[in-house]
C-alpha cells in the first residue's frame, strides 16, 4: 500500500508513526481498541486496517492527538493551503453524483500531470467510499484512495471542488456535501499528516461558511492560510 512501510508493522513502528509510547500501544492492543494480530507472539498491525482506525477516530479526537498526527518526522507541521495548486480548485462543480463529482475533481489533476492512471485511482478511491464515506459531517469530504502508490500518481496532490446545491455522501448528519477536497498522498505518514490538518482546519465551521461565500480560488487558498495560522498559534502558546 504505502511503499516505506511492510504489509504488517511492528509496535515500535507502529508507536513511531502515532507518536505513542509503545506500552500505550500495547495496552491498545490488548484491550482491542486498536486493530491487531498476534505473529510469534508479538503484536503486528496492519497497515490498512490502522489507517482505517485512525480515519475513523479522526472526527471524535482531541485536538491533541490530531496535533501529533500532523507533525512530520523532523516534528514540523504540514502546510495545507501550500498543497493546493489554485489550478486543482473546482469553484463549481457540475455533477450531482458523489463518484462523477469525484471524477470531476481528480481530472483538473490528471491534466497538469502528476497522476498516471487516472481509471486506477478513481477505482482505489471508490473503494475506500464502499467501506466508509469519508464525509466528515458539516457538509465536508475528503475522499482519498485506499491504497495508492508512485506507480498511479507522480507526486502528492490535493484537489478540491465546491458543489452550491451539495451532493449525497452518505455522511452520518445526513448533511449533502458541499465541499469536497480529494486527497492523494501516497505515503503513509504523508498522508496522516494530511488527514489530520485538515480535520482540524474544518472542525472550525466559519472556515466552510468564508470558503463556499469566497468567489475566488485565491480567497480560498487565503482562508485556509489564515486558519493555519490561527491553529500554529495556538499550538506554539501552549509551547510556552
Do not use: C
Not at 448533511?175 to 499528516?193: D, S, Y
Amino acid at each position: 500500500m504505502f511503499s516505506e512501510y511492510k504489509d504488517f508493522i511492528t509496535t515500535d513502528e507502529l508507536a513511531e508513526i502515532l507518536r505513542l509510547n509503545v506500552k500505550t500501544i500495547i495496552k491498545l492492543a490488548k484491550d482491542k481498541k486498536l486493530p491487531s494480530m498476534k505473529i510469534a507472539n508479538q503484536f503486528r498491525f496492519s497497515k490498512e486496517k490502522i489507517i482505517e482506525w485512525i480515519e475513523s477516530e479522526m472526527n471524535s479526537s482531541s485536538d491533541n492527538f490530531l496535533v501529533d498526527l500532523e507533525k512530520t518526522l523532523d516534528n514540523r507541521t504540514v502546510q495545507i493551503y501550500k498543497l493546493f495548486n489554485p489550478a486543482h480548485i473546482l469553484l463549481q462543480v457540475k455533477s450531482a453524483q458523489k463518484i462523477d463529482a469525484i471524477r470531476e475533481i481528480i481530472e483538473t489533476v490528471n491534466n497538469k500531470g502528476i497522476i498516471k492512471n487516472l481509471d486506477l485511482l478513481l477505482k482505489d478511491i471508490i473503494i475506500r467510499e464502499e467501506i466508509h464515506t469519508t464525509a466528515v459531517g458539516n457538509g465536508i469530504a475528503f475522499p482519498h484512495p485506499r491504497s495508492v502508490s508512485y506507480n498511479i500518481v507522480n507526486r502528492p496532490s490535493l484537489s478540491m471542488g465546491i458543489s452550491e446545491s451539495g451532493i449525497e455522501f452518505e455522511a452520518y448528519d445526513r448533511n449533502p456535501v458541499k465541499i469536497i477536497i480529494v486527497a492523494v498522498i501516497p505515503q503513509l505518514a504523508g498522508h496522516l499528516h494530511v488527514l489530520s490538518r485538515l480535520s482540524r482546519i474544518f472542525r472550525d465551521t466559519a472556515v466552510k461558511d468564508k470558503i463556499l461565500t469566497a468567489g475566488s480560488v485565491d480567497r480560498i487558498i487565503a482562508v485556509i492560510k489564515e486558519k493555519e495560522a490561527h491553529l500554529d498559534a495556538l499550538d506554539n502558546k501552549l509551547k510556552e
